[in-house]
Every structure is written in structure tokens, then in C-alpha cells.
């Protein structure tokens, strides 16, 4: 059903219906398609006919990120965070840029906003205990771990880091 579905979308987009929305929807399926450089194509053409269109920004720094550009993709969830600074998603999505940049303070704040507005969101306190365990602050790490697990009991990456932590302290 993917393949129909970018097929259509593909369609659409080569002709002069193409609009924000559909480029949107080519390149969140191009990215479940493991194709960042499409997805950042499409959400770039997205944003050229509706600049303030902040899902297309917000995948936009995912398409940037897992291409390993992560100044860029900062950059965009920024603008993301600062249009919504409700937005546990991009806060989320922006600490986890500042992980891979190695700037573990920026990482811990963003992750802690992210729980400011959404204090059950499993990869929030799974990114915020991993930031905590990195620093060797284990007891902390372990409570972000054992929250996450309560929220999501079969959350595997807050078991699995929850168990390395235990053993770590």
C-alpha cells in the first residue's frame, strides 16, 4: 500500500495540484521508506509553498538528522520549539540533535521542556535518563528509567538502559 499510495502522491505532486499538504504526505512516507534525502526534498518543496507549515519544518530536521547534518537539523527544530514551545515532540527531537552534537547540557534542558509539557512521554525520560547516566549520575538516571517503564511497561530501550544502570551505580 505504500508503493500505491507514493505512486498517487507523486502523481499529484508533478501536476498543478501540488500543494504544501501533499509534499508533506510524500515525504513522511519517504521517510518511513528510510529515504531522508527524499523526505528532506519533499518537506523543503513543502515549505516553499507554505513557509510557516511547522510539521513539514519539524520532519525536516528528522530528514536532516538522520542524514547526519545536525547543525541544519538544529537549526530547524529550533524554529520548530520556538513557534511551539509546548511542543514535547521537537523538544524531544531537538535534545536528541544535541546528544549526537555532544552538548549534553542543551540535551538535558530540551528533554526536561519536553516533559514540562508532556510528563508521560516514555522517550523524553528514556533520552533524559541516558543524559543523566552519561554524567554518571545513575540514581537519577535510573528514576527517568523507571517513570518511562511506568508510562510504558514494554518500553525496551527504558528497560534495557534501566538494567545498565543498575549494574553501572
Known amino acids: 500500500r505504500h508503493a500505491e499510495a507514493g505512486e498517487r ?16 504526505f510524500l515525504g513522511a512516507l519517504s521517510g518511513m521508506q528510510a529515504d531522508a534525502a527524499g523526505a528532506e526534498n519533499c ?22 538528522r538522520d542524514q547526519g547534518r545536525l547543525d541544519e537539523a ?9 513557534a511551539q514551545p509546548g ?5 524531544n527531537a531537538l535534545g536528541y540533535v ?10 538535558e534542558r530540551c528533554f526536561r521542556a519536553a516533559l514540562a509539557s508532556n510528563p508521560a512521554f516514555p522517550e523524553a525520560l528514556t533520552n ?3 543524559v543523566l547516566a552519561s554524567r554518571e549520575r545513575w540514581s537519577e538516571g535510573v528514576d527517568f528509567y523507571r517513570r518511562a517503564l511506568q508510562v510504558a511497561p514494554g518500553y525496551a530501550d527504558a528497560a534495557l538502559n534501566l538494567g545498565r544502570a543498575l549494574v553501572a551505580q
Not at 518543496?45 to 520532519?59: E, M, W, Y
Not at 511542543?87 to 523538544?91: C, G
Not at 549526537?100 to 547540557?105: D, K, P
Open 9 to 24: 502522491l507523486r502523481e499529484i505532486c508533478a501536476g498543478p495540484q501540488a500543494d504544501a499538504e501533499s509534499w508533506f
Open 43 to 64: 518537506f523543503r518543496k513543502a515549505l516553499v509553498l507554505t513557509p510557516g507549515f511547522l510539521p513539514a519544518r519539524f520532519n525536516l530536521g528528522i530528514a536532516l
Open 74 to 82: 538544529r537549526a530547524e527544530l529550533e524554529a520548530v520549539v520556538a
Open 87 to 91: 511542543n514535547a515532540e521537537a523538544y
Open 98 to 107: 544535541y546528544v549526537r552534537l555532544e552538548r549534553s547540557g542543551d540535551a
Open 128 to 130: 533524559l535518563g541516558n
